[in-house]
């Protein structure tokens, strides 16, 4: 029943690595998000996809990239890691529908815990 | 600012003692209020979303409900399994997707 897979659950990187985050949602949505998750902090919008190929910043771009070459999968990519990317990295999707009762709900993964030492 | 905050930041419960999660927020404009509950270890789960001011939405020993400044989530007589950490978000008028998430309320329900 598993809905949002990211790929690696606990990573361990050094500075200046470069780190590849994946997520592959099966529920054919259109949209998909990263986000950041600290401790006393609400969770933080790193990109957006609304579609293949397309992406949108969101509030903390900086450091980051991403790719979404097929519908199902969204990839945040970290050119070079830094100690200040070390959290928790959650990806979601959600439907395009804006209408309806399931509207902006987003399905989340089980995170993936990055430490950069 | 738009901004979403929620209280308290923990909250230890014996089990059967009912009582409230507080989200307040300011926003220019409210298109829906969400709940999550997020258990160790994993992703935020999608409890409820609110629309309007004075609706009210349950599900097993959860309510939450809402006004023009704040949400409140209400737990009536919970078990140790309710223990989680409850998120707050709301979406603007003007965003087709961005939300503004509280920091959460950990719920711990002793047995």
């Known amino acids: 029943d598993v809905k949002v897979t990211q790929s690696s659950r606990y990573l361990v990187k050094r500075t200046g690595e470069k780190v590849f985050l994946e997520c592959v949602q099966d529920?054919?949505?259109?949209?998909m998000f990263w986000y950041r998750q600290d401790p006393g902090l609400g969770l933080r919008l790193i990109y957006f996809s609304y579609d293949v190929k397309m992406k949108e910043k969101g509030d903390i771009p900086e450091g980051y990239s991403v790719s979404r070459e097929k519908k199902e999968r969204f990839s945040l990519i970290l050119e070079s890691a830094s100690t200040n990317q070390t959290s928790m990295y959650l990806c979601a999707s959600s439907p395009k529908d804006q209408s309806g009762p399931g509207a902006n709900v987003l399905t989340f993964g089980a995170g993936s815990r990055l430490t950069v030492l | 600012e738009d901004q979403v905050t929620q209280s308290p930041e923990a909250l230890r419960l014996q089990e059967g003692e009912s009582s409230s999660l507080n989200c307040s927020y300011t926003v220019s404009g409210l298109r829906g209020l969400f709940w999550y509950r997020q258990d160790p270890g994993k992703g935020p789960e999608f409890l409820f979303t609110?629309?309007?001011?004075?609706e009210e939405k349950e599900k097993e020993r959860l309510k939450a409900t809402l006004t023009k400044k704040e949400s409140f989530l209400h737990i009536t007589a919970p078990k140790p399994e309710d223990s989680a950490t409850y998120l707050c978000a709301v979406q603007m008028v003007y965003s087709n997707y961005q939300l503004i998430w509280g920091a959460g309320t950990k719920l711990i329900i002793k047995p």
């Open positions: 609110l629309y309007s001011a004075g």
């Open positions: 529920m054919d949505h259109e949209n």
